[in-house]
């Protein structure tokens, strides 16, 4: 890059804010996709205002610039495909105030997820919101990625925790969104705009966060059946006996297995898929309703219970679904973690369609995930080294949103379209609508220089 510029970048952040070293420039050169795209600079700016004048000159230089949090994305939202630089928000990362009159905090966009979190719950406040990456996750990612995770199906994703947010548009303009009130209609929802748009449209710089109080208690619990359509029959069963759990996850036979092996924890035999299922409120409510949901499931192949009846205990089982990831590279080194939504009551149909995508295409496909929004983590297990698998696993995922799609789903439920999901747009999104989202993207980034060729595929 020209050294005029990293000179300008210095003048506005600070000479030790600026690299060009190729091993900082590796370091942001990747997220969880395992592509690589290395940019020419990397900025770490401290507050709005510098970020306002780095985009300023971006403009007029037409230099594209791509936001990062922690780089923890499934679809290169974060990744620098066309060089350009890369600016980091790990310096603006205070929690500015938490305000337990109103339920209300506000924090910078660098703040990692689960630091905001113990931070509400040491004074009794909660906030929901919690993707599995969460140790390392920032609220801006979060933001900008819509995240969602297992406590969803009954709080809701990060938007629905989003009051205003602070945002500096492509152009250099710092402008507010939203504001501190639980209602607000003043002119077009531009929160609701920025949550989920992927860093495409401006740089959010803070965040007005809704809190929730603290539950008194939680109940979690281990159910191991012996067929995975009796464990998804389950789902559907639990959420129309009108209960909603703060969990319900779902692990297929494949990842069972891998927990097995990977951690030696004792699992029967038999158990063909699991749901995790944790109730939270009043202490007294959730014996009766942890029984109920047992009555439910009960007919469904059960082949066994766990119920925790300490913190500890509790640990333990989430243990269980927290080693998943780490354990899945024991059934083949490169993962496709596909994160389709489908309406709950549909889980049953998807599950024996990717069933079905794996058998014809003699690939493995390990299914687990947020069963109780419909949200499965569809993973399509290869070894890229073995001729031919590379193009079996890239059928097997456009079948995989296909099937998705027609049971009325999504081929994203929380990870985004990045550039990964940006050339199957067309099986979801009508053209009328993609001009749509062209036209406020050309309107509110002219020279294209945020995060350019995400989502939308220019
Ligand atoms: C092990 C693991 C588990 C995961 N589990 C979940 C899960 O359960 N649920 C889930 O939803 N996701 C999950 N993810 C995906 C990922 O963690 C989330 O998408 C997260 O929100 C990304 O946050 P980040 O700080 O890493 O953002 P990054 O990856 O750095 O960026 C993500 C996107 O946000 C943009 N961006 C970042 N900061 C800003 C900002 N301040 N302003 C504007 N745009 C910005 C980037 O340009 C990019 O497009 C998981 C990832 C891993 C590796």
Redo the contacts with the bound molecule.
Sequence with gaps: MDQRIIRILQEIVGKDQVTTERADLICYSY??TQQQYLPEVVVFPADAKQISLILKMANAEKIPV??????????????PTRGGIV???SR?DRILRIDSENLVAEVE??V??EQFQQAVEKVGLFYP??????K???????????????R?VKYG??KDYILGLE??TPQGDIIRTGGETMKGVVGYDLTKL?CG?????????KIIIKLLPLPEARKTMLVLFDSIDGAARAVSAIIGGKIIPATLEFMDATTIDCVRKATGLQLPEAAQAVLIIEVDGEREMLERQAQKILDIVQPLGVVETRVAATPAESEDIWKVRRLV?PSLRKVNPDKF?E?ICVPRSKVPEMIRAVEAIAKKHAIPIVNF??AGDGNI?VNVMIDKKVPGQQEKADQAIEEIFAAALKLGGTMS????V?ITKAPYIPMELDPAAVAYMKTIKKALDPNNIL?PG?VLLD
């Design positions: 997220d969880a791509f936001p990062r949090g922690a780089g923890s994305g499934f679809t290169g939202g974060s990744l600016l980091v928000t603006m966009p660098g990692v997820t919101p919690d993707p599995a990456s969460l390392f996750s920032t609220l801006g990612g979060n933001v900008a990625e819509c995240a969602g995770g297992p969803c994703v990060t945002v500096v920025m748009s992927e860093g495409t449209l401006g740089i959010i710089t990831s973690n994160d995930g947020h983590h439920g929380e990870h985004g990045g995060n995400k």
